[in-house]
């Protein structure tokens, strides 16, 4: 009796101290002390709209409603919403001090956000480009500048978890989610994932407060068969091996503290409920040991969606059994009932559950939760929109891609130039979606501070020059008599077409042919012989072959973002010289989507490389106000064993008359493998800053194991005997591997 006195007054003593002070003991303290339902509740996540006033996710606190939550259900995270700095700040405050202070424990929540291009559920927040123009940039440290800027106004609030970056190879520009990707070509989205990765939780400017990334989503959600957002995708596990997983083993290697998973299926299995894609191949074989979250009400889909399980219930044994460790619930707590049954059943086992529990609690603690769990007023104070809008117009001018230039641009400052388009006047089509709204927030709620293409295009050009034509599109013969019009005052055209902003399965298309009432806009303003300028804002490339081939320039500017007009009459005007490349292949036509490395076919034998045209611009594609000239390639040797490395240079000059950046590409083939290769592959990049008639060398150092191996289907590295070819700027050099050198 006296033992049992003592233990359980040890327990009342420590119960009193997890609730009175920071914890700062060992995890498995904490969790030694944890009830089972406090324990399912750290595994499950709401959406904060089950706790606002009104449902959506305007932050007005339901009180009640959350301390419910909080210390009946004892959920420990929760996330979206989407606010000014002043209504974060308070109603996280709010929160987390009732998660705090008013249960058993006191373990602090933890927030998670989808602030993939800035910090875009913050009314003040700095809108940078999508990912996929950002890769088009080619610069890491320009990565590096958006990541540190985004956790700097992420930090202050408290949303200590970021649901980014995406690290999904964008194979298919039908995928509705193309936009969000770093392109096409894995070892791009590798470098630029694990740039933005490492920049972002690792932030002295927001210490002590820490933060999390999120890489997502595991594995093979980017190139489904039909294009269709979480439809099933179907990959050979050679391809997956040697496209799908670098990008997420370099995020590994970068310290990323979370992974979301494909909300489709990959080869006939649901990932949520896959144990060979969630423990043997992530876990195991790739050794990630940090947290694994689904995504929105997955499990929910296993039954619905794939069929997979005949109900929510076995559905939720597949996930936890996969390896799930906390389930994005949102406004349902079925998971929680599920859980509980499944333990009492003997289905599940504690260890399971402890196993989860242990690395939220953990990922808390690292990101020092418990020590701070309240937004900083200190950290507010340093958000300073000014010096991070100056970023986001860096990042829009280095991310935008002149694909065509008939000796058109840069406009010169005395003509009369017609602006035309659904982007002509539109802040939405700048800023694109999940921007203060999943599918991009209404005109009416953009930033006011925000200046359209119109508007900049006048303070650059003048008033005077600059006219905007109401019709964006020509779907009649009214619409055709009043833009032939508003033609007849102007000496050129600038049309600013595209996608409106739309986000996941809301994005699904059947035919990647621009609108037929956009083309038409597009084909009347070139009939009337007038140089025609398309400045494209779409979140995939449509397809315009016809139309591209009668306009005299065309630029790529995706979503660019809060600064992205200024970033486009900046290049219009020459103040800002492009220099970006494309990182995927704009694609011929409409069922002709096929990425620059493509494979030959393994099954045929008489398959030979021919010059029909693949690509209306092919990946790497990106023009200049001046021209770089590539002489001199040099190999090292021509003769390595796998064990070696060659250093390839090269020179690069620029023989134009203004100062440009070069984005210096190199590609290697394997001319024969065991296993089909590719036609070539990107193995580094690099920026290159060069006066006009400047020339330096720049170097790549080729490590076989690094640069020239590849996976079989089980995994397995090879190194293989044979010739390669490198190619950089239009030059190539061919190099051999024999193993029985020394």
């Not at 008489?606 to 590539?630: A, I, M, R």
Request: contains cysteine; glycine residues 6%; proline residues 4%.
């Amino acid at each position: 009796m006296h033992k049992k006195l003592i233990l359980i007054l040890v327990l009342c003593f420590s119960l009193q101290l997890f609730a009175a002070k920071p914890f700062t003991a060992n995890v498995d303290s904490l969790l030694s002390v944890m009830t089972l339902d406090e324990k399912i509740g750290q595994m499950t996540q709401m959406c904060f709209s089950t706790i606002t006033l009104d449902g959506s996710k305007t932050l007005e606190l339901n009180v009640d409603n959350f301390r419910q939550l909080i210390q009946k259900q004892h959920i420990g995270s929760f996330l979206s919403g989407s606010d000014s700095y002043a209504k974060w700040f308070e109603f996280i405050t709010a929160v987390q001090k009732i998660a705090v202070t008013e249960t058993r424990l006191g373990i602090p929540l933890i927030i998670g956000i989808d602030h993939v291009h800035g910090a875009n559920y913050i009314s003040e927040g700095t809108i940078f480009p999508h990912n996929l123009m950002l890769a088009c940039s080619f610069d890491k440290s320009l990565l590096e500048k958006v990541a540190k800027v985004t956790a700097i106004e992420t930090a202050p609030v408290g949303l200590s978890w970021n649901f980014a970056p995406v690290l999904d190879v964008g194979r298919t520009p039908y995928w509705p989610r193309f936009y969000e990707t770093f392109g096409e070509d894995t070892h791009l989205v590798a470098e630029m994932g694990s740039a933005f990765i490492k920049a972002y939780q690792n932030v002295p400017e927001i210490a002590p407060y820490k933060l999390a990334a999120c890489a997502k989503h595991f594995i093979g959600y980017s190139d489904p068969k039909y294009g269709y957002d979480r439809s099933p995708s179907e990959i050979p596990m050679q391809t997956l091996h040697e496209i799908f997983v670098p990008p997420f083993r370099k995020a590994f290697d970068a310290g990323v503290k979370t992974l979301m998973v494909n909300s489709g299926e990959l080869n006939g299995e649901p990932v949520h409920g896959s144990k060979f894609f969630l423990d043997t191949l992530l876990r195991k074989h790739l050794g990630f040991d940090g947290v694994i979250v689904s995504d929105i009400k997955d499990i929910e889909r296993i039954v619905k969606m794939h069929h997979a399980a005949a109900t929510e219930k076995d559905a939720t044994l597949q996930a936890m059994n996969a390896g799930i460790d906390m389930y994005m619930a949102c406004n349902s707590f079925t998971f929680i009932q599920y859980v509980n049954e499944l333990l009492g059943e003997g289905k599940l086992s504690m260890a399971q559950i402890d196993a989860s529990v242990r690395r939220i609690l953990q990922l808390k603690k690292d990101l020092g939760l418990f020590e701070h769990p309240y937004p900083s007023k200190d950290l507010l104070r340093k958000v300073n929109s000014v010096d991070n809008r100056k970023v986001a117009l860096e990042a829009a001018e280095k991310s935008i891609v002149l694909l065509k230039n008939d000796n058109t641009l840069p406009l010169g400052k005395n003509k009369k130039i017609l602006l035309a388009g659904i982007g002509a006047n539109s802040k939405r089509m700048l800023n694109g979606p999940w921007s203060f709204d999943w599918l991009g927030a209404a005109e009416a709620d953009q930033p006011k501070t925000m200046l359209t293409l119109f508007e900049t295009m006048k303070n650059s050009f003048g008033e005077k020059n600059i006219f905007l034509s109401k019709t964006e599109r020509i779907v009649t013969a009214k619409d055709n008599k009043s833009f032939l019009k508003d033609t007849r005052k102007a000496d050129m055209i600038v049309l600013a077409i595209g996608e409106q902003p739309y986000s996941e399965f809301m994005g699904n298309i059947n035919d990647l042919t621009l609108d037929a009432d956009q083309l038409a806009l597009v084909d009347v303003a070139i009939a009337t012989k007038k140089p025609v300028i398309l400045v494209l804002m779409e979140g995939r490339p449509r397809v315009i072959t016809k139309q591209a081939a009668g306009a005299k320039a065309i630029l790529f500017a995706g979503y660019p973002g809060i600064e992205g007009a200024q970033a486009i009459t900046n290049i219009l005007s020459a103040n800002t010289n492009p220099s970006a490349r494309l990182a995927f292949s704009y694609p011929l036509a409409a069922g002709h989507t096929i990425p620059y490395n493509y494979k030959p076919s393994a099954y045929n034998i008489y398959w030979k490389p021919d010059t029909t045209l693949k690509w209306l611009y092919p990946f790497g594609h990106g023009l200049s106000y001046t021209q770089f000239e590539y002489s001199n390639l040099q190999l090292s040797d021509s003769i390595i064993n796998a064990a070696g490395k060659i250093i390839a240079t090269v020179k690069v000059k620029n023989t134009g008359k203004n100062a440009g950046t070069e984005t210096v590409l190199w590609y290697i083939q394997d001319e024969v493998g065991s296993i089909s290769r590719p036609i070539k592959a990107l193995k580094n990049f690099e920026k290159l800053n060069l006066k006009a008639d400047e020339e330096k060398m720049v170097s790549f150092e080729i490590i076989p194991s690094n640069h020239l191996s590849f996976p079989n289907k089980n995994a397995v590295i090879k190194v293989e005997n044979g010739y390669y070819k490198i190619d950089v700027g239009g030059l190539y050099a061919k190099f051999k591997i024999e193993n029985k050198l020394n």
